[in-house]
């Protein structure tokens, strides 16, 4: 038996559809549908006499994630039939592989450094979907849509390596980042759900499965759950037994589905339709020059090329768009002042929208020209936060828009002097509160002055000018 030395284990098996036209032995789409069963054929549906076509297209995008997993390769790929009955197999065996996984010890560093170690990658096809009418507790009935029967799918396993549901859901966002930058995941059409084995000190390390979760916050849920769970029958003197559990996400409870089979049950064979796969070097090879630069590899040179900070570039490399935005605009401003306003006023502006980087209409030039003008100290910075969010909703020429709109930022010594002695002169009290030692009160009265400019005043220098007539 393994030896841990953590009180919780947390090991994952993820299954992320892959972004192909075409599922993975047919030609049937490979998109969501409406209109169910509407999508399907011969191959698919499970039919006597059909035989099944490998989509080269799925073997490439999954050589990419063992490469990026920095997994070993196979040399050859070879699929088996796991048997099992149940509804959404028609020809009751899904195909996957076994034997022989496409790639094999590999492993996918957190943001903290730690390296969880991978286990398999695999390439497999998704069953049909069960539909419950109502909830799976209270239907009198199952309907089965095949749409999604034979979509392609990669499995990933972990290692028993993760020691909280916080650190599981790390990895989940972790792993998505490298599918999406290898661009064979998409988050608004492909799915991606886990299979969390969890298991406590308390209770020998007793495994239990909850499986099907779908979605990160549902897969720390579950887990916070599952974990809460266990340690509450053990102290109550109940058993753990290795089982299968379900996800019940409206009710936010696990609940038990079966006891846990082992691999032997599902009578694995080799597929005789589908013929061993040459995985050749050459081909490998190809595939691993046609990396990108993947999150990890671009928060180290961000760190080193621009100069920011590991936090800044830990948020920027973690979507690609962001990323390549931040690119563009460092190219022609301050990379520290880049990456302080993408990462915090964008993704801001992006939330308070409910929007996503591919739904952003505004492009690098916008950015440039608005944060030209702050780093030239041409507008406050509270003036180019309202700019943003304008351009948020329609994009327009940033310097005409300042100029028209008479928002440059007002640095006259003068005109400056004016308005904090107007601001002095109707806010006696502030004034008495600041000399008696009250800090907040000079900021009560830039305040005022800032309200009077329209927000136009430099900061700077009314701090300054006040601190020089209030004495």
Same mark, same amino acid.
């Given at each position: 038996?393994?030896?841990?030395?953590?009180?919780?284990?947390?090991?994952?098996?993820?299954?992320?559809?892959?972004?192909?036209?075409?599922?993975?032995?047919?030609?049937?789409?490979?998109?969501?549908?409406?209109?169910?069963?509407?999508?399907?054929?011969?191959?698919?549906?499970?039919?006597?006499? !059909?035989?099944?076509v490998l989509n080269k297209?799925?073997?490439?995008?999954?050589?990419?994630?063992?490469?990026?997993?920095?997994?070993?390769?196979?040399?050859?790929?070879?699929?088996?039939?796991?048997?099992?009955?149940?509804?959404?197999?028609?020809?009751?065996?899904?195909?996957?592989?076994?034997?022989?996984p496409l790639g094999q010890?590999?492993?996918?560093?957190?943001? !903290?450094?730690?390296?969880?170690?991978?286990?398999?990658?695999?390439?497999?096809?998704?069953?049909?979907?069960?539909?419950?009418?109502?909830?799976?507790?209270?239907?009198?009935?199952?309907?089965?849509?095949?749409?999604?029967?034979?979509?392609?799918?990669?499995?990933?396993?972990?290692?028993?390596?993760?020691?909280?549901?916080?650190?599981?859901?790390?990895?989940?966002?972790?792993?998505?980042?490298?599918?999406?930058?290898?661009?064979?995941?998409?988050?608004?059409?492909?799915?991606?759900?886990?299979?969390?084995?969890?298991?406590?000190?308390?209770?020998?390390?007793?495994?239990?499965?909850?499986?099907?979760?779908?979605?990160?916050?549902?897969?720390?849920?579950?887990?916070?759950?599952?974990?809460?769970?266990?340690?509450?029958?053990?102290?109550?003197?109940?058993?753990?037994?290795?089982?299968?559990?379900?996800?019940?996400a409206e009710k936010g409870?696990?609940?038990?589905?079966?006891?846990?089979? !082992?691999?032997?049950?599902?009578?694995?064979?080799?597929?005789?339709?589908?013929?061993?796969?040459?995985?050749?070097?050459?081909?490998?090879?190809?595939?691993?020059?046609?990396?990108?630069?993947?999150?990890?590899?671009?928060?180290?040179?961000?760190?080193?090329?621009?100069?920011?900070?590991?936090?800044?570039?830990?948020?920027?490399?973690?979507?690609?768009?962001?990323?390549?935005?931040?690119?563009?605009?460092?190219?022609?401003?301050?990379?520290?002042?880049?990456?302080?306003?993408?990462?915090?006023?964008?993704?801001?502006?992006?939330?308070?929208?409910?929007?996503?980087?591919?739904?952003?209409?505004?492009?690098?030039?916008?950015?440039?020209?608005?944060?030209?003008?702050?780093?030239?100290?041409?507008?406050?910075?509270?003036?180019?936060?309202?700019?943003?969010?304008?351009?948020?909703?329609?994009?327009?020429?940033?310097?005409?828009?300042?100029?028209?709109?008479?928002?440059?930022?007002?640095?006259?010594?003068?005109?400056?002097?004016?308005?904090?002695?107007?601001?002095?002169?109707?806010?006696?009290?502030?004034?008495?509160?600041?000399?008696?030692?009250?800090?907040?009160?000079?900021?009560?009265?830039?305040?005022?002055?800032?309200?009077? !400019?329209?927000?136009?005043?430099?900061?700077?220098?009314?701090?300054?000018?006040?601190?020089?007539?209030?004495?």
């Amino acid at each position: 038996m393994t030896k841990f030395t953590s009180d919780i284990v947390i090991g994952l098996e993820i299954h992320a559809n892959t972004a192909s036209r075409t599922k993975l032995f047919c030609s049937c789409p490979n998109t969501p549908s409406s209109i169910p069963n509407s999508q399907t054929c011969p191959t698919c549906l499970g039919m006597p006499g !059909s035989k099944p076509v490998l989509n080269k297209l799925c073997v490439e995008q999954a050589l990419q994630l063992c490469l990026a997993l920095d997994c070993t390769i196979a040399k050859q790929l070879v699929f088996s039939r796991k048997s099992y009955f149940y509804p959404d197999l028609a020809k009751n065996y899904q195909i996957t592989q076994y034997e022989l996984p496409l790639g094999q010890k590999g492993k996918l560093t957190l943001g !903290s450094g730690k390296e969880i170690g991978i286990i398999r990658v695999h390439l497999e096809e998704d069953p049909a979907a069960l539909i419950h009418p109502g909830s799976i507790h209270s239907s009198s009935y199952v309907l089965i849509d095949y749409n999604r029967s034979g979509t392609p799918l990669l499995e990933i396993v972990t290692e028993p390596a993760m020691t909280s549901p916080e650190e599981a859901r790390e990895f989940m966002n972790a792993l998505i980042t490298v599918l999406q930058y290898l661009e064979i995941f998409d988050v608004d059409t492909c799915i991606i759900k886990a299979d969390a084995n969890i298991s406590i000190r308390e209770s020998g390390y007793v495994r239990a499965e909850v499986k099907n979760i779908t979605g990160f916050k549902e897969i720390e849920r579950a887990l916070f759950y599952e974990v809460d769970r266990q340690k509450h029958d053990v102290a109550e003197g109940g058993q753990i037994i290795a089982e299968t559990r379900g996800w019940d996400a409206e009710k936010g409870i696990t609940y038990t589905l079966r006891t846990k089979e !082992s691999e032997e049950d599902y009578g694995y064979i080799i597929d005789p339709d589908l013929v061993p796969v040459e995985i050749s070097p050459q081909w490998a090879a190809r595939l691993k020059a046609a990396l990108p630069e993947l999150a990890q590899d671009k928060v180290r040179r961000f760190i080193k090329e621009h100069k920011i900070s590991p936090a800044d570039a830990g948020v920027l490399a973690q979507e690609k768009l962001l990323a390549e935005l931040f690119e563009k605009v460092a190219a022609k401003i301050s990379p520290q002042l880049a990456a302080r306003w993408l990462r915090r006023e964008l993704v801001r502006v992006l939330n308070y929208h409910k929007k996503t980087m591919k739904e952003l209409r505004m492009d690098e030039s916008h950015i440039i020209d608005l944060l030209s003008l702050v780093e030239k100290k041409k507008i406050t910075e509270a003036t180019a936060q309202r700019i943003m969010e304008q351009l948020m909703e329609k994009p327009f020429d940033v310097a005409a828009h300042v100029k028209r709109e008479n928002l440059e930022l007002v640095a006259d010594a003068g005109q400056l002097d004016a308005l904090c002695r107007e601001a002095i002169r109707e806010n006696q009290k502030a004034v008495d509160d600041y000399k008696n030692g009250e800090e907040k009160a000079l900021h009560f009265l830039m305040g005022i002055v800032m309200k009077k !400019s329209k927000g136009r005043a430099s900061p700077r220098e009314v701090v300054k000018i006040l601190k020089t007539l209030v004495r």
